[in-house]
């Protein structure tokens, strides 16, 4: 095993030298997905396979998406499940598919909201009643409950003549 420092838009690995690429919770962070798409496809051998565990969004409001502590959480920068395929089969990899989701229950998204992690919040809430208060965050996560998940997506660089 040999393990290399770098970063997902230049990864530090030959052109068609990797037989399988994995990877959890990291490309949502990438602002530049198209760049780290065609890196998994240059550094795949031909018939070299991709599994990859990404948060995944819908609907995400554009003040969550704003919101820099979000994007450090995995969900501000993250895109949907259509972006994601497209963006691979774009890249030249085919049989491109979600072979397993976790979709986040909402207790769990409830709990996220409620430990105040997320700045602004605070003082959207600041001010209002306790009942209020526990109004606005249950209608918050009845919202975001189904819109935020956890994907897995497979897919395969093509051998040649493929
Ligand atoms: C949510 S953690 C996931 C870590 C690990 N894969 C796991 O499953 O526990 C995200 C990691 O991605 C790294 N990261 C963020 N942007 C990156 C980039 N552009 N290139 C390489 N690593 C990056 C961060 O430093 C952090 O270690």
């Known amino acids: 095993m040999e393990v290399r ?8 690995v030959e ?19 198209v760049r780290v798409f065609s890196e998994i496809q240059r550094v795949l051998k031909p018939g070299g ?3 990859v565990s990404d948060i995944v969004v819908k609907n995400l409001p554009d003040w ?6 979000l994007y450090a959480a995995c969900v501000g920068g993250a895109i949907s499940e259509e972006e994601y395929l497209a963006g691979l089969r774009h890249a030249g990899l085919i ?7 976790f979709v986040y229950e909402a207790s769990q998204i409830k709990a996220f909201f409620q430990s ?7 003082e959207i809430l600041d001010g209002h009643s306790v009942q209020n208060r526990e109004n606005m965050i249950h209608q918050m ?11 897995e997506f497979y897919a395969k660089k093509p051998v040649k003549g493929n």
Request: aromatic share 4%.
């Open 64 to 69: 969550l998406r704003r919101n820099d502590r």
């Open 5 to 12: 420092h770098g970063l997902i838009e230049r990864l530090p």
């Open 49 to 51: 396979q991709m599994l």
């Open 116 to 122: 105040e992690e997320i700045p602004g919040l605070k």
């Open 141 to 151: 996560t009845r919202n975001a409950v189904g819109n935020v998940w956890s994907a």
């Open 95 to 101: 049989d491109v598919e979600v072979r397993n989701r």
């Open 15 to 33: 052109s068609a030298s990797v037989d399988w690429l994995i990877s959890n919770c990291v490309i949502n962070l990438s602002q530049e997905k």
